[in-house]
């Protein structure tokens, strides 16, 4: 069962690791489908960073 804190986690990862893969997209020159991509692939990181940190949060 997933806790309460792996969620946010999780939530909170996902927010800042797209963030962070648009910017880089943008930053980078690529345009909107450049920025969209890295965005994506952003949110995956971020869900996995926030999941592993929520699991030790909630143990």
Not at 35 to 55: D, E, I, N, P, R
Request: positive net charge.
């Amino acid at each position: 069962m997933v806790g309460v804190m792996t969620k946010l986690c999780i939530f909170v990862g996902m927010l800042l690791g797209s963030y962070l893969g648009w910017y880089l997209g943008d930053a980078a020159g690529w345009g909107f489908w450049g920025a969209f991509l890295l965005s994506g692939v952003g949110s995956l990181a971020g869900v996995y960073v926030g999941w592993k940190y929520g699991q030790k949060l909630d143990h």
